[in-house]
């Protein structure tokens, strides 16, 4: 099952990004990095790569850190396991990655199915993560209640996706991946990073890992949330949770009650806004939230 970098799109470059690959228990991970200084690692969002933080690297970098951005199995470059992905593999995958890179701890920023990899990691694995920024996922802790319905109503991909046969097909099609970065942007969004996520996503065996990735992990983990698993759990380092302004799903109203009570989140919880964005944040007004990444990451 592992797919090779021979049926991989081009890479698209950013300048002075390195380009390096580890080894996994069964294939290897891609791994790009910028700067030098205290390391924080980048988690991209559903069938996005490294790439979705161009604009965050070198500002990163230029701040003193080193930006380490790979790509999780299924995405990008980076082999697919001989067996499925799940929600364990890809927290291991992370743990070895750190473990071959001899860091003990990271500051950690991620987007959409990367921020739930990392609020599981920084909850399972706290001493490992110093702070973190989530782009537009909230909090694992949040009670559901009738004011979340309107916005749940546009997450009906989230269950077409998981369906044996037609979830693959729709990813592997490219109308799907291009319906939801239109649906899910407040501007148009850059071409290439849509064009780039419906070729990587119309590799057959991509699409048949990421629909069953959705199925074992994001459906999985939004059954214990609703559940209340994660109602007692918190986090211990600072943390800070992106919204954009337009986000259809949890617009500023809905945010900023899931936030009325951040003690029951961690100790240091901060909610940012950022206006002129939904859901890719930081493709759609990098010039906004690529600061207040940083700021925040400055601060603690």
């Not at 980076?78 to 593999?89: E, G, H, Q, V």
């Not at 694995?125 to 309107?150: E, G, N, Y």
């Not at 069953?212 to 600072?238: D, K, Q």
Request: hydrophobic share 45%; glycine share 6%.
């Amino acid at each position: 099952m592992t797919t090779t970098m021979a049926a991989k799109p081009a890479m698209p470059m950013v300048a002075d990004v390195e380009h390096t690959f580890i080894d996994l228990a069964d294939g290897r991970m891609h791994v790009a990095t910028l700067g030098s200084g205290d390391p924080v690692l980048l988690l991209a969002g559903f069938g996005q790569t490294w790439w979705e933080w161009r604009d965050l690297m070198p500002a990163l970098a230029s701040a003193g850190y080193q930006a380490i951005a790979p790509d999780l199995r299924g995405d990008g470059w980076t082999d697919l396991p001989a067996s499925a992905i799940t929600r364990t593999r890809r927290e291991e995958d992370v743990i070895a990655l750190l473990d071959t890179l001899q860091l003990d701890s990271v500051r950690l920023v991620s987007h959409d199915i990367g921020s739930i990899t990392a609020f599981q990691l920084t909850l399972d694995f706290p001493d490992r993560f110093t702070a973190q920024v989530l782009l537009a996922v909230p909090p694992p802790q949040m009670k559901f209640s009738l004011s979340l319905m309107p916005g749940m109503r546009h997450l009906w991909h989230q269950e077409v996706i998981p369906i044996p046969g037609l979830g693959p097909a729709l990813l592997r099609g490219g109308r799907l991946p291009r319906r939801l970065f239109s649906n899910f942007s407040a501007r148009p969004m850059d071409p290439e990073v849509v064009n780039l996520a419906v070729e990587i996503l119309g590799d057959p065996e991509i699409s048949e890992a990421s629909a069953l990735l959705c199925r074992r992990m994001v459906l999985t983990e939004l059954v214990r949330i609703v559940r209340g698993a994660y109602r007692n759990e918190r986090f211990a380092m600072p943390t800070l949770f992106v919204f954009g302004t337009e986000d259809i799903v949890f617009p500023p109203q809905i945010a900023r009650k899931v936030f009325e009570n951040p003690e029951t989140i961690g100790a240091d919880v901060r909610l940012a806004l950022i206006d002129g964005a939904a859901h890719y944040i930081i493709d759609e007004n990098p010039d906004a939230t690529v600061p207040v990444i940083v700021d925040f990451l400055a601060s603690v």
